[in-house]
């Protein structure tokens, strides 16, 4: 065997044991929190001795930081093909909510994760989160900034549009995750709550 296909055997097997990880974090945390397993319990659940897990992360911790950014890596590069695509504020408000509403779907055990550390994780981990959410409420002013109707809205105004925005959307995802059969019906309310929404928002004009 070539040295060249040895490291790269050592790399999928590394790799397959990161993610081993990952998932085996996401399963623990079911009923609990982060602040309720420990490495050990990880490591157990993954077939590794402890000394092991050091080698991909160096606590509980940080486990849990790559989870977050794993969370929100491909959401957000979704919602921005969204934003690229939607002229309108009521195709960036249907197309956005499908999106989200998928990847939900795709991904339950990541936003169970979000929800549950949002407000019980570690404070490093709440922070990564709050980060992230404050990230996808940037990303989306400077996005509505461009959309007609938005002229009169101050840099500040924007900005407390898209935080309403995002704020709905985030309850929407925790809705489909505490209650799967009711997706449909979530997602009809969120849209129109949105709706009504927008309504007063483009009417509004920031004072000079």
Known sequence: MSAQHEDGSRSERKERTRRAILD???????????????????AKEVGIVPTAFYRHFDSVESLGLSLVDESFASLRELLRDVRV?????????????????????????HYSFIA?????????????????IELLTRELAAD???LPGTEAFSHLHLHLLADLIVSFVTTMAERIIEEP???????D???????MLLVGALNWKSPR
């Open 24 to 42: 085996a974090a996401l399963a623990l945390t079911r009923g609990t929190s982060l602040v309720g397993i420990s490495l050990r319990q990880v």
């Open 85 to 109: 695509r939607a002229p309108e504020f009521t195709d960036l408000i249907d197309e956005s909510l499908a999106v989200v509403a998928e990847h939900v779907r795709s991904h339950p055990a």
């Open 116 to 132: 549950r550390e949002r407000m019980a994780g570690p404070e490093r981990v709440r922070g990564a989160i709050r980060h992230e």
């Open 144 to 146: 509505v900034a461009r």
């Open 181 to 187: 059969a009711a997706e449909e019906r979530i997602l």
């Open 189 to 195: 309310d969120t849209r129109t709550q949105l709706r």
